[in-house]
């Protein structure tokens, strides 16, 4: 068999292997494209799956190109290396969250979602011309702690220049023994000169769920991402937080800067603060893909007030929270539009222990709107002025919308100004006034008499 024979056989193969998702788990991690993606459950029956013929033309277009680099490119390659490459290339021009996966990346995936790994606890994404983006840093990890915001760009790490040969080499130095350490240097919209930060990688184990008592009878509650556990950890903070039979009258929700998980994780945070209703909706080309989750009997608060701060690091599983409540009207929703992905992706397993991670779905709130390239607009804006004045701080400057191939949106959504907040004490604050005004009127309802239209002439 000759090579183009060889070739073309190996992309029959390729297309039987793509059309059998069998993983349902996708999760931020230091591996590109390191995006947090929401996931479905694997299909039940891979016969719903019918692989497309290819046309015999488009093959051998493919294998010309293939055979022309082969013996005239100025340097020998590999055929598993420009193999993977063209697979590469192939994922990048679908949208920004499709990628071929590595055995070492794929790793990665499960590492993350089991909430410990070890790197910089940093979020970042390659884009189609292979530059990486920061979509957020994780609480209380070095990147966090290092001041690196979303938007933010690495141009080198350690003092080399992060070009598209050395992309996937870059991310991964990002992951190392606990205690080296490691020199970045970054863009930031609105400055002019290059930012260098030194980092100490760590073990990143990551507590998904915190929360305290702001005051009595108000709690705060902070997710930063949603990992396997997060369902169970939110209600056990909630509990935590009702404890000694002390109810709570409002409850806030910070999920400022969550880049998102698994998407169940958000489903069961959902679950836990409704009765009933439908918390949110899949829809795919495919059977599989098409999907309802719906909450079922028993709200942790009792209809107690929720306010969900917001901003443009919000993304993917957080968005599916915090829509699903606000359509629900069970939360009002404060901060800046939120970074708007709303695709689901699977990861499909290939024979060589490698993987793709290929979006098959968009979702969509309750209301059935998909936020898609346009977010989650919040209820009540949070002034960007009010921000500066109190922490210096200009708000993440990336949005799915902004990211070069992202999937259009299926449905006429009205995309909202982006206003921003990003500091603690302020946001919190407003939260818990929101939160008092909101118990003082339900107090002054419950107390008003109705009034009988037997009584009116």
Do not use: W
């Amino acid at each position: 068999m000759n090579k183009s024979s060889a070739l073309f056989s190996a992309l029959l193969l390729c297309g039987s292997l793509f059309a059998s998702p069998v993983s349902a788990q996708d999760a931020a991690t230091e591996a590109p494209p390191a995006d947090v993606d929401a996931s479905e459950p694997a299909p039940a029956d891979d016969s719903a799956i019918k692989p497309q013929s290819l046309k015999i033309d488009e093959i051998r277009r493919f294998v010309a190109v293939f055979r022309a680099v082969q013996q005239a490119y100025v340097e020998p390659v590999e055929d598993t290396e420009l193999m993977q490459a063209a697979i590469r290339g192939l994922l990048t021009d679908l949208d920004p969250h499709s990628a071929y996966l590595s055995k070492d990346e794929l790793a990665s995936l499960s590492e993350f979602a089991s909430g410990s790994y070890g790197g910089l606890g940093l979020e970042v994404m390659q884009q189609p011309d292979r530059s990486l983006v920061v979509i957020s840093p994780i609480d209380d990890t070095p990147a966090a702690r290092a001041g690196i915001q979303p938007g933010d760009v690495i141009i080198e790490i350690d003092g080399k220049v992060i070009d598209a040969d050395s992309a996937d080499a870059a991310v991964e130095s990002m992951r190392g023994e606990p205690g080296t350490k490691i020199s970045m240097t970054l863009m930031r919209e609105g400055v002019n000169d290059p930012i260098t930060v030194e980092l100490t990688r760590e073990v990143i184990r990551v507590d998904s769920v915190k929360s305290r008592i702001l005051e009595p009878g108000y709690g705060y509650l902070r997710i930063a991402t949603f990992q396997s556990d997060t369902g169970a950890e939110v209600k056990r903070h909630v509990a935590k937080l009702q404890a000694d039979g002390q109810k709570l009258q409002g409850l806030v929700i910070d999920l400022r800067s969550n880049p998102g998980g698994l998407l169940n994780a958000a489903v069961e945070a959902a679950d836990a603060f409704l009765d009933q209703g439908l918390i949110v909706s899949t829809r795919g080309r495919i059977p599989t893909s098409k999907s309802e989750y719906r909450a079922a009997p028993g709200d942790l608060l009792n209809g107690a007030p929720i306010v969900i701060i917001e901003n443009g690091g919000t993304a993917s599983a957080s968005e599916v929270l915090a829509g699903a409540l606000k359509d629900h009207h069970r939360a009002v929703v404060m901060g800046s539009v939120s970074f708007g992905k709303g695709s689901v992706q699977n990861v499909l397993p290939l024979d060589n222990g490698d993987a793709i991670k290929l979006t098959t779905a968009r979702y969509y709130t309750p209301n059935g709107t998909s936020i898609q390239a346009s977010g989650i607009v919040p209820d009540i804006h949070l002034a960007a002025d009010l921000v500066v004045k109190h922490s210096g701080y200009e708000p993440p400057s990336i949005r799915e919308a902004d990211l070069p191939g992202h999937l259009d949106n299926d449905a006429p959504v009205t995309v909202g100004t982006q206003s921003a907040s990003d500091i603690d004490d302020f946001a919190i604050r407003e939260g818990l006034n929101l939160l008092k005004g909101l118990a003082v009127y339900r107090r002054a309802a419950a107390n008003t008499p109705s009034t009988s239209t037997d009584d009116k002439e």
